[in-house]
């Protein structure tokens, strides 16, 4: 081990120390100066992260390569790091993208490019934060740092919309963290003066009235992130209107933050109430299944078809987490990484044609494959894997949820099967109107073939969709033994009666 | 000799004191129109103050003068922070100012005695010594938003600041004459007694206590009593308003610590529900009115409105966790509103005020490192981590909910969401918006650098608030513990 006790914090901090480093080339007449030191940095932050693979004890829930340092000692914080088998997945995806973000914006943004690269590099590091963080509040630093940047994002490279979105991002994003932390500052004064999120597992909360008010609490905010039905609308906007890094940043990453804390906090520090308000989180995932299905379906825009589709696949994760069985947390868990890859390689496919042709209306294109044969064979298998197809990485999560599903209720794995039909149909009927068919327009004339960068990245990506697909054991095996304990934690009730 | 060292813990106001007399007559043989030697020597003093105020530093509390000042951790802390936001305040304004022909020595006198002013506030232990500090600080701020003597707006902002401050002075004085007749003393330590072991007129006390806490809020700026807020920061050279919005703030405190904390703890019952609900409406108020100026000034009085409403609400929660932290808000609000004024001094020229906020458009593509610091200072104010800003607020919500007000905790939070609108507003001019002038920012290196320096500072006590935190609430601990 290079870094030894702090890897982790090398994991979090070195990123954000590149991205300071490209802030420092200044203006644009470095611009290339900044995507080299961008690029070197990404690929550097992803190195760093595969020794907490190669080095992960899988036999062990405990949390491992913990650091834990004194931070604000006043209110006992601490900088406690540390990762188990479900966030060491999450560090891995977040590091793998952000080279990819950065190839993918190579050329593409011109105007404020140190800046540009900057924020990516910082949101990843906040975001590897958010994902080791042991401390509640620590957590709660990262979480809402890592919107700072992302707002810029959105409002300074975004579409002709932009400020609307972003505003509307930030805010409702901020509104359920300000509830989280009143929670975690009641949780902090039950708990008796300690922010340390596995301390809030333990600790005992034998009200369930607490427990559902703490639950809410954090549902607030962790839903809005995920997004959950009723609070998803800011998710179309925001993807329309950032640019495509930022769309493939949110999809594969920010997403899952959301779904993350509910298996880091929601659950297991408030279990009976999980259990309680169960039905309804399964209702709204449902709807989110069906109903944003159909939504999807319906869009004209390739951008706002697959952010209806993000919203729609988290539905099944969120499905997955609150059946409480084995094969739906781990088929919900294998769904969010295979999300990431696959709704992450569409926005880039998006973002290819956004390049040449200047629209993600569907009716501008078609034929595209005559054009484009290369990036139409990429374009075709993240197609598949979105609608699930078995041999990629979209069918294993799926497959999983709707296994545990029918244990727990036929009638949710029968809803939630629907999307098996929905999915490949808006994601189809999409592709066939984009890609084949005689060649639309002038603009589809004169559309030149994907280059080496962004063959590059795309092959990186299908290798994880395929990989994933067909052989995902190294993915599931390494989560086994921490979700098998957070289900048995989830087993045994707070509540005494 | 031994009364000269039993005087040490006023050494500093002496010192003051004499400095003052001292510029204002050496002044008058300066000719140089930039000021200078006035201008050093003020700086001198402020430093020869603080450097008194650490050498002279003594554990415990020393009473002095019959119980009228007083000199505990509390006042120490609080008088040295404010030599830093009046010096801080004059490196800021004085190209500004002297764009405008307002540097003059009379400012700086004024400054000095206003400093002088707080000072006492800060360190006194009787309601008489409290008052004198009060108005020498209230008068020498009147004048000071009346210097600008061609300026329609100025004078108004002057007249209607006199007329609201003089009758917030009446009703404090009405309401310790009230307290005084109830108890029959001026020394808050005796009234603080008398109010626990003896037995006070009630009803008096009460009445003594409303008058004394609409006094407070007067001059806090908390609504109802706010009206003069708004007007006062617009109309005022942007130099003076960032003085009022301030290191008064930090008197205040101490001010609100003194009268209601030390001197009638006994009656929080009575003052924390008052406080509860000026605490509300000026975050209420504050927060959504903010939404609707255009000016940055304006914009920055209903913030500090709303600020004021969550420095109360740490008051309010009644215990030593709260005032702390309620310590601590008021020193990361003068840092942060200090960053906020210098910004809009810096983006001024002769003959322009960038007080609009639309003079911040596209900032980021004039002047990246200034937008940066921009952006630091309005996320600080929302209360966005890692910025300082999230710490002050989230001490304050601690102590609200530890003493049990989880109604009024979840009504802060929502008003902070609404607050945080308008702070983005002013960074997505900033960076997603395009410049409407593309005139070169000029701005002296001592400016700029002390920018930097309050930018960055908010940045990193963020990253690190333990230790400041940490001075606020043993500070209030050591001075209330008798």
């Given at each position: 081990m290079i870094f030894g006790y702090h890897l982790l914090s090398v994991v979090i901090w070195l990123p954000i120390i590149f991205g300071l480093l490209v802030l420092a080339t200044g203006n644009d007449r470095n611009a290339h100066l900044a995507r080299v030191i961008a690029l070197v940095g990404a690929i550097l932050s992803f190195l760093v992260t595969i020794p907490l693979y190669t080095g992960f004890d899988r036999m062990t829930s405990a949390m491992q390569f913990v650091v834990r340092e004194d931070w604000i000692v006043r209110f006992n914080i601490h900088y406690h790091l540390g990762i188990d088998g479900i966030s060491v997945l999450f560090v891995l995806l977040n590091s793998f993208f952000t080279p990819l973000v950065v190839i993918a914006g190579w050329k593409v943004i011109?105007?404020?490019?140190?800046?540009?690269?900057?924020?990516?590099?910082?949101?990843?590091?906040?975001?590897?934060?958010?994902?080791?963080?042991?401390?509640?509040?620590?957590?709660?630093?990262?979480?809402?740092?890592?919107?700072?940047?992302?707002?810029?994002?959105?409002?300074?490279?975004?579409?002709?919309?932009?400020?609307?979105?972003?505003?509307?991002?930030?805010?409702?994003?901020?509104?359920?963290?300000?509830?989280?932390?009143?929670?975690?500052?009641?949780?902090?004064?039950?708990?008796?003066?300690?922010?340390?999120?596995?301390?809030?597992?333990?600790?005992?909360?034998?009200?369930?009235?607490?427990?559902?008010?703490?639950?809410?609490?954090?549902?607030?905010?962790?839903?809005?992130?995920?997004?959950?039905?009723?609070?998803?609308?800011?998710?179309?906007?925001?993807?329309?209107?950032?640019?495509?890094?930022?769309?493939?940043?949110?999809?594969?990453?920010?997403?899952?933050?959301?779904?993350?804390?509910?298996?880091?906090?929601?659950?297991?520090?408030?279990?009976?109430?999980?259990?309680?308000?169960?039905?309804?989180?399964?209702?709204?995932?449902?709807?989110?299944?069906?109903y944003i299905g159909l939504v999807a379906l319906t869009q004209a825009d390739m951008k706002k078809l697959v952010a209806y589709s993000s919203i729609s696949h988290m539905g099944f994760v969120t499905l997955g987490f609150f059946i409480f069985n084995a094969y739906g947390m781990e088929g919900a868990l294998l769904q969010m990484i295979s999300h990431g890859f696959v709704a992450g390689a569409l926005f880039l496919c998006i973002g290819v044609l956004y390049d040449r042709v200047h629209s993600r209306q569907i009716v501008d294109y078609g034929g595209v494959a005559n054009k484009m044969p290369v990036f139409a064979a990429f374009f075709m298998l993240f197609a598949m894997a979105n609608?699930?197809?078995?041999?990629?990485?979209?069918?294993?999560?799926?497959?999983?949820?709707?296994?545990?599903?029918v244990k727990a209720n036929f009638w949710y794995a029968f809803a939630a099967a629907s999307t098996l039909i929905f999915g490949a149909a808006y994601t189809l009927w999409m592709y066939k109107r984009v890609i084949f068919g005689a060649v639309a327009n002038d603009h589809v004339a004169h559309l030149h073939d994907i280059g080496t960068r962004e063959i590059i990245v795309f092959s990186l990506l299908a290798i994880s969709v395929l990989g994933m697909g067909l052989y995902p054991l190294p993915f599931a095996d390494i989560m086994h033994a921490s979700v098998n304990d957070l289900l048995v934690h989830l087993a045994t009730p707070k509540v005494l009666n | 000799m031994n009364l000269l060292a039993s005087l040490s813990p006023i050494y500093a106001e002496f010192f003051l004191l004499v400095m003052v007399s001292v510029i204002l007559i050496a002044d008058l043989f300066i000719v140089n129109q930039a000021k200078t030697m006035t201008y050093l020597l003020v700086q001198a003093s402020l430093l020869g103050c603080s450097l008194i105020t650490v050498f002279t530093h003594q554990a415990g509390i020393a009473h002095l003068f019959n119980h009228m000042f007083v000199d505990d951790m509390m006042s120490d802390v609080l008088k040295l922070l404010t030599y830093l936001s009046v010096s801080m305040m004059l490196v800021y304004s004085r190209s500004y100012l002297l764009?405008?022909?307002?540097?003059?020595?009379?400012?700086?006198?004024?400054?000095?005695?206003?400093?002088?002013?707080?000072?006492?506030?800060?360190?006194?232990?009787?309601?008489?010594?409290?008052?004198?500090?009060?108005?020498?600080?209230?008068?020498?701020?009147?004048?000071?938003?009346?210097?600008?003597?061609?300026?329609?707006t100025a004078t108004e902002a002057a007249m209607k600041y006199f007329i609201l401050g003089?009758?917030?002075?009446?009703?404090?004085?009405?309401?310790?004459?009230?307290?005084?007749?109830?108890?029959?003393?001026?020394?808050?330590?005796?009234?603080?007694?008398?109010?626990?072991?003896?037995?006070?007129?009630?009803?008096?006390?009460?009445?003594?206590?409303?008058?004394?806490?609409?006094?407070?809020?007067?001059?806090?700026?908390?609504?109802?009593?706010?009206?003069?807020?708004?007007?006062?920061?617009?109309?005022?050279?942007?130099?003076?308003?960032?003085?009022?919005?301030?290191?008064?703030?930090?008197?205040?405190?101490?001010?609100?610590?003194?009268?209601?904390?030390?001197?009638?703890?006994?009656?929080?019952?009575?003052?924390?529900?008052?406080?509860?609900?000026?605490?509300?409406?000026?975050?209420?108020?504050?927060?959504?009115?903010?939404?609707?100026?255009?000016?940055?000034?304006?914009?920055?009085?209903?913030?500090?409105?709303?600020?004021?409403?969550?420095?109360?609400?740490?008051?309010?929660?009644?215990?030593?966790?709260?005032?702390?932290?309620?310590?601590?808000?008021?020193?990361?609000?003068?840092?942060?509103?200090?960053?906020?004024?210098?910004?809009?001094?810096?983006?001024?020229?002769?003959?322009?005020?960038?007080?609009?906020?639309?003079?911040?458009?596209?900032?980021?593509?004039?002047?990246?490192?200034?937008?940066?610091?921009?952006?630091?200072?309005?996320?600080?104010?929302a209360g966005v981590p890692p910025t300082v800003g999230f710490y002050a607020k989230f001490s304050v919500l601690n102590a609200a909910l530890q003493a049990g007000h989880i109604q009024l905790v979840i009504m802060a939070v929502l008003f902070s969401l609404i607050g945080a609108f308008y702070y983005l507003r002013i960074v997505k001019l900033i960076y997603f918006d395009a410049p409407e002038s593309h005139e070169k920012i000029y701005i002296?290196?001592?400016?700029?650098?002390?920018?930097?320096?309050?930018?960055?500072?908010?940045?990193?006590?963020?990253?690190?608030?333990?230790?400041?935190?940490?001075?606020?609430?043993?500070?209030?601990?050591?001075?209330?513990l008798h």
């Open positions: 011109e105007k404020r490019v140190a800046q540009y690269m900057a924020a990516f590099l910082i949101m990843s590091g906040l975001v590897n934060g958010v994902f080791a963080s042991l401390d509640a509040m620590l957590f709660y630093v990262f979480w809402e740092a890592m919107l700072i940047p992302m707002f810029i994002i959105i409002g300074v490279w975004g579409g002709p919309n932009r400020v609307y979105a972003a505003l509307k991002f930030f805010l409702y994003t901020l509104m359920g963290s300000l509830l989280m932390l009143v929670a975690l500052l009641y949780l902090y004064q039950q708990s008796g003066g300690s922010f340390a999120i596995l301390d809030f597992h333990r600790m005992p909360m034998p009200s369930l009235n607490a427990q559902i008010l703490v639950f809410i609490a954090f549902f607030m905010a962790f839903s809005v992130k995920v997004p959950m039905f009723p609070v998803h609308t800011w998710l179309p906007d925001a993807h329309v209107e950032a640019p495509t890094g930022g769309s493939v940043v949110l999809a594969a990453i920010m997403l899952k933050v959301g779904a993350y804390g509910f298996i880091r906090f929601s659950m297991p520090i408030a279990p009976d109430a999980s259990h309680y308000l169960a039905p309804v989180m399964i209702a709204l995932s449902l709807i989110a299944v069906v609608s699930g197809l078995p041999g990629t990485s979209g069918f294993v999560g799926e497959f999983m949820v709707i296994m545990g599903a | 764009a405008r022909g307002l540097f003059t020595g009379e400012f700086m006198a004024l400054a000095l005695f206003a400093t002088l002013g707080m000072m006492v506030m800060i360190s006194a232990s009787n309601f008489l010594s409290l008052y004198l500090g009060l108005e020498l600080l209230a008068l020498s701020l009147y004048a000071m938003v009346a210097l600008q003597r061609d300026s329609a003089a009758m917030a002075s009446g009703f404090l004085l009405y309401g310790m004459s009230m307290v005084y007749g109830a108890t029959g003393s001026l020394d808050i330590n005796r009234i603080s007694q008398v109010i626990q072991h003896g037995a006070p007129n009630q009803t008096l006390l009460v009445f003594g206590l409303v008058f004394i806490v609409s006094g407070l809020a007067f001059k806090l700026g908390a609504v109802p009593f706010h009206m003069w807020v708004p007007d006062v920061y617009h109309g005022a050279p942007t130099a003076m308003t960032m003085f009022i919005g301030t290191a008064p703030k930090l008197a205040a405190f101490a001010f609100v610590m003194r009268i209601l904390v030390e001197s009638m703890q006994p009656l929080m019952i009575h003052w924390s529900g008052m406080l509860m609900i000026l605490a509300v409406m000026s975050m209420a108020v504050g927060n959504i009115t903010a939404i609707a100026q255009t000016n940055l000034k304006r914009m920055f009085a209903y913030s500090t409105i709303a600020h004021m409403g969550f420095l109360l609400v740490g008051v309010m929660s009644g215990t030593i966790e709260g005032y702390g932290s309620a310590m601590f808000y008021a020193v990361v609000y003068v840092l942060m509103s200090l960053g906020g004024f210098g910004m809009i001094m810096l983006m001024s020229r002769e003959g322009f005020e960038a007080d609009n906020i639309n003079d911040f458009k596209g900032l980021n593509q004039r002047s990246p490192w200034l937008a940066f610091m921009m952006l630091l200072l309005m996320f600080s104010m002296q290196p001592d400016s700029s650098l002390l920018i930097s320096i309050n930018g960055l500072a908010v940045l990193a006590l963020g990253i690190l608030p333990g230790t400041l935190m940490s001075i606020c609430a043993v500070s209030v601990q050591q001075s209330l």
